[in-house]
């Protein structure tokens, strides 16, 4: 392989190895800290303490939640910087599972991508850039965008809504899980749209490429 | 309506023929022209896709032909 061939998948690569290894980090120090009790992973670990944000909520004064109509429920904490934080010092198993639920969905995406751009720079630089492979890799890793993005986004405001549900007295304001989905969606939509469109022009590239290989 | 086309035939690399005609190996060849030996062997076993003409130039100058002598249709 030549130097310049090593360049072609850079720096996607690079770029997707060292967000890798943060993840992998990251998640390794979670871990850890959560099982020698000096941290927590998700919401679980001896020190985790459990919190969730109002979504789609503005308040305009740091004036108490008593003016608000918003109370906490038995053993939560509540306040206010523009938006509605409640926390639960000391939570329940569900309370842990549901503040899981509101991080992780995000992270195995992220995991997801990491790995399908990994398998994808790697087929490029073992088979060259205008493969079969190298186009299937592609449309794959658009759709896992697309689909990863929107299904993280739902369930992880739909696990937020159930938390809050548990911190709040009334439940105003918790909405639906789908209301976010508009904000989030223009990015991966663009994203999915390029990667499937870059499939294509591979596709059609390998044809051409074929037909270099094979002049003399 | 358009009528349906015809599959048409190959076009062969009559290079083996032109080297026994010189009394030529492929080697020689190859080292006369600088091209490989691996896309000298391509072109003679027919698996070329397409032929540079500055290719069809070296091996013409080299074997003294015409592009007419070493190409050949052969039709179905």
């Given at each position: 392989m030549t130097t310049t061939d090593r360049k072609l998948t850079e720096p996607l690569g690079t770029v997707a190895g060292f967000f890798g290894v943060l993840l992998l980090l990251i998640t390794a120090l979670g871990v850890v800290g959560a099982l020698i009790g000096f941290g927590s992973f998700g919401g679980f670990g001896r020190q985790a303490i459990v919190c969730a944000t109002q979504p789609n909520t503005g308040y305009g004064g740091s004036d108490w939640t008593a003016h608000l109509g918003v109370a906490a429920q038995h053993g939560a904490n509540l306040w206010i910087d523009g938006t509605l934080h409640a926390c639960a010092p000391h939570p329940s198993v569900y309370q842990r599972l549901m503040y899981t639920f509101t991080g992780a969905p995000t992270a195995l995406v992220w995991a997801a991508i990491l790995f399908l751009v990994w398998r994808l720079v790697r087929a490029a630089d073992r088979?060259?850039?205008?493969?079969q492979l190298v186009a299937t890799r592609m449309r794959l890793l658009g759709w896992v965008v697309l689909l990863g993005a929107l299904a993280a986004t739902v369930v992880q405001s739909a696990a937020n809504a159930a938390l809050l549900n548990t911190l709040l007295k009334d439940q105003t304001g918790v909405g639906d899980a789908f209301s976010t989905l508009p904000r989030i969606l223009p990015v991966p939509l663009l994203v999915w749209a390029a990667l499937l469109t870059f499939a294509r022009i591979i596709r059609l590239g390998t044809a051409m490429d074929e037909d270099i290989q094979g002049t003399v | 309506m358009t009528a349906a086309l015809a599959q048409p035939g190959e076009i062969a690399v009559r290079l083996d023929d032109l080297l026994t005609e010189r009394g030529m190996t492929l080697t020689e060849l190859s080292d006369r022209v600088g091209i490989t030996i691996v896309n000298l062997s391509i072109l003679k076993n027919g698996r070329a896709r397409a032929i540079r003409f500055s290719t069809l130039a070296r091996l013409c100058a080299e074997l003294q032909c015409q592009p007419g002598d070493l190409l050949r249709y052969t039709g179905r």
């Open positions: 088979q060259g850039p205008f493969t | -």
